[in-house]
């Protein structure tokens, strides 16, 4: 069994965590942390799992009891709490934030997108876990990289549920508003750029980098539907083969001939891609499950990695369909 | 022209009641009082009047120069207003809040459901205005009381939209929880039953009180749907005479024959009824626009009455049906 | 392994039993019939099984190869299956219609509620799985029943979300009527009434059946949440007691002392109960995953037990929670 | 008052111009032609018009004794009726299909979008009534075209609500798929883009005519949600300039500077656009409701036009808001 500790296990990532290691046959959640909650059962806060768990949120952070610990921090947390803490030897850390997703000479945590970086995750200790538009939009890409194929402006749209904007209730997440509604946020300057660019250089260094991206705010609660347009010269049989061939070992992630549709992935670990060639753009659609490819799923994954098991292991999930 | 003082112009009910005075032919807003959106343009908090207005939420009140001054206020909060204020001579009041619907010595507002109290509003000057829920059972009930057939205990249960939970955000407003969800709160205890139970002893003196209502959390926006249910010997037919009677001088609360559904009167005044009699039982079914007939329409439709217009004039909406 | 044949794969609980089987570590689908889809891919129709499954529709029916067969036909049809067809000897079967559920001298069937009839399950042959309203208020009042405390009327609402109408689309299923909309149908004759009076009159025999049950339909997909009003004199802690003790060698059905919300059991195959007393009322609140519980879920539970496996095999979901 | 005939009056967009007309003080509904429900009440299809209306379907043509007939057939059927009767002298027609949006020989038909030809359409006795996605990306770039400042590319993402489908009942307007669903159809080959090239190059004749255009089908009932990105070197003073310089007489069009969203302007009759610049590209949002600046609303809005009146004349809706 993999004893498992997590920080910041109040929000909607760490719910879902939560949710998946309860049913993992190898791993054991030994403590969640949250300060705000110490005391409180975790399905007080978490109450899908009634009846099926009796743990409560602690303030202790027994490190020495655990392999493996999670960050499901906000942005910047991680980073303060590695500063000003020593981890034990050999306790592994995957984290959920954005602190180290991008390369640094200060810091060894390997990005852990596992059909870019799979090898790599294995033989690493500190895994930053991908942001989830950028999981869902370099996935669509990831195979024209490889190919050299970027060879002009990409142009994304992409509409992620309300679970991506937290816990926290506000303007923007109120139902009265959302419901029924359709907006845009961040528009070219999404956070989560940064880290596509990297992924997308990694295999393609020559990608100039312009990726124009419009991320919106959808009225449904999981999920991220994105769609790419670029130039390609390419037939859409040569595209097929090389986004085939690219994924052929990966276990989540799906090639689709035929078009499809969000509720395809929700409540799964999948990403499922669509290619259509209309005259010389190429239309890529890209789904996946926010919360769960697209964050505690992909942790649980590289959980899987670092500790040697099966990679589906816990992750071959009952889609929700509906 | 009735010129028009609003205070607290911030909230969903003064959001409608804008709306709804902007497109009305007697009616000039004078001023709309907020103190925490003073020099904030109203489309800065009420967007859907883009285009609209150019009005500017203020902290002054010059109540001289109005006819009339509603009170889109937090419960509480309009009699200390009024308790700390003397409004002049001939100011007429509506009051939305819940602080004056109960009868008491110490005030002279008159519960202003037209149905149930028009000749009176019209000779009134100040009104409070029905709560939603209180306003669509009611509806569902006069009939009956004017009848003095209720004489079994009454079981309601009723499904509100998420406006009527008010603008702050709040955990069972999150989008995130809210969406295709459901949940009851208050059973038996919502604040609104002493003003049905007034309103239905004031037409059946002997009517001993006992409503068993359960309200509920709706994943949609606007309006409440309600069911009421209770023994009843008279036949059918007999008892939608009892109600078509009723209603028949009232523009807004129709006796519909065939089952409804809610967003028949979703953005519009109405208040639509239909009976149906199984064994000994008399199912009634309610509905109206929590925000319009449950609040701001009716909040226009008692200013209509107390300033002797045709008690439609700027109420005739189109459905939005979808 | 379980071989397992299906009739009627084409629908909702079709779809949801195979999403469940094909992630159950006993079960092997040996085949799917659907004379309307044979030739096509299962996915084709469940599109949420891509990257799972490389299943075929067959217009074939291998009975011979067989250990369970599934009926998941249109109520009627699997009636004149088996009025037209033999079956192998030893060829167990679930029919999740209604043909079957009430107790008749032409039929072996046994009522498949594991709460109340798992014992008789586990030495059958013949499993008629409940239907969805049916299992949602019967857990609600079967501890009652069996304490022989249901001495009054009982009003029940009930909301169900639109799976309950099935794959073929209809007015009533059309979004743009049914989205943010709400409305009810078949109030107190509802089909599921005479199987949830057999499963109350078994356990208290002189209960007098009186069940005014109104179904709504809601605008949400998955679940069912009911509210059941009865008259009680017992103190609420002796209600729970009752409730805790009828349920406590149950691995699904859950009895919570806080307030309880749908979305809780959605994607799980869970009932949750929660009861308050409010005057002489007891108000019992009882949610379900229609098409979980209340269907295929059920129907993988009375699998469990036909073959002697531990009864949450294949069932411990992950909640989708959003 | 306008005396008016409808043909093809069960739709969606019959519905919406039904509940418009109604309350239009100048427009007098002289009979609805609907062959499939001649004798049915109006209101047993469009429902929201209970107690509104006491209005009949016929299928009758009392083509003399109106003023304006309404098409709100199927697109095909205009031209099939035009082809097999002889329209009295003087009937003025308002077409909202899409059989004569391009410009003919065969056919005298004025594209009927007032912010571009409003004038003609004055003049003129045919109207063509623009597409709704055409009416919302048309109003996006007009400015633009009008100042020669498409000089590249188009990239056009647009959301439509489900009203946008039609009332038949189909698999991708079912309640259980389209709920929380997000999905892409006809991407580069939509049946609106002739018009709205049309419309660009009307005003800038050199334009090249690439609109890459995805059209979305979202998870609500009403309004069109589109961003469309393109390269333009002015800065966004000068932008805004051009757009306001071309909307300053339009009554319906707004040019906003704060970010938009969809429900601004859900039933109402407007388009609101906002703008900003990123690096070297202009982004445009466009924001209309389908079915009344998209469709009906238009076309009552284009009634106003030929017959002389005030453009804004029952047009000025209260928003809905939620």
Redesign the interface.
């Known amino acids: 069994m993999i004893r498992i500790g997590i920080i910041g296990g109040a929000g ?1 990532t760490a ?2 965590l939560l ?2 290691l309860i ?1 993992h046959p190898d791993a054991e959640i030994c403590f969640v942390n949250s300060s705000s909650n110490a005391g409180n059962k975790i399905t007080d806060v ?7 768990t009796d743990l409560v949120f602690t303030d202790e952070l027994p490190l020495d009891s655990i392999d493996l610990l999670y960050f499901c921090t906000a942005h910047g947390d991680t980073r303060k709490f590695l500063d000003s803490h020593s981890l034990p030897e050999n306790l592994k850390v995957i984290d959920l934030s954005m602190d180290y997703r991008i390369k640094a000479i200060d810091h060894d945590f390997i990005y852990g997108l596992p059909e870019l970086n799979r090898r790599n995750t294995c033989k690493s200790r500190y895994v930053a876990n991908p942001g989830c538009f950028a999981t869902c939009i370099e996935l669509g890409l990831l195979p024209l990289a490889k190919a050299h194929l970027l060879q002009s402006e990409i ?1 994304v ?1 992409a ?1 992620t ?3 991506g ?1 937290g ?1 926290k ?3 923007t ?13 961040k ?3 999404h956070q989560h750029l940064p880290e596509i660019l990297q992924s997308l250089k990694q295999l393609q260094p020559d990608f100039n980098g312009e990726i ?1 991206f ?1 991320p ?1 705010r ?6 991220i ?1 994105a ?1 790419i ?1 670029l130039k390609c010269t390419h037939d859409i049989e040569t595209i097929y083969k090389i986004y085939e061939e690219y994924y052929e070992r990966d276990s ?1 992630t ?1 090639v ?1 001939p035929t ?10 670990n ?1 990403c ?1 891609i669509h290619l ?1 060639k ?2 010389d ?1 190429l ?1 890529i ?1 890209s789904i996946i499950d926010n ?1 769960l490819k697209g964050a505690a799923g992909q942790a649980v994954h590289n959980m899987n990695l670092l500790f040697g098991l099966e990679e589906t292991v816990g992750l ?7």
Chains 1, 2, 3, 4 share one sequence.
């Not at 997440?173 to 946020?185: A, E, G, P, Q």
């Not at 071959?316 to 509906?322: D, E, N, R, T, V």
């Open positions: 909607y719910g879902e949710r998946l049913g978490h109450s899908g799992l009634l009846g099926d142009y749209n509409i549920g309300s679970t904007a816990v209730p506000s303007s997440t109120h139902f009265s508003w959302r419901n029924n509604n359709m907006s845009i946020y528009p070219f300057e124009n419009i919106y959808g009225d449904f609660a999981r999920g539907f769609t347009v989540f799906h689709i078009p499809i549709d969000l509720k395809q992935v929700v409540n799964t999948k499922l259509e209309h005259g753009k239309l659609t919360l071959k999930l009952k889609p929700s369909a509906f």
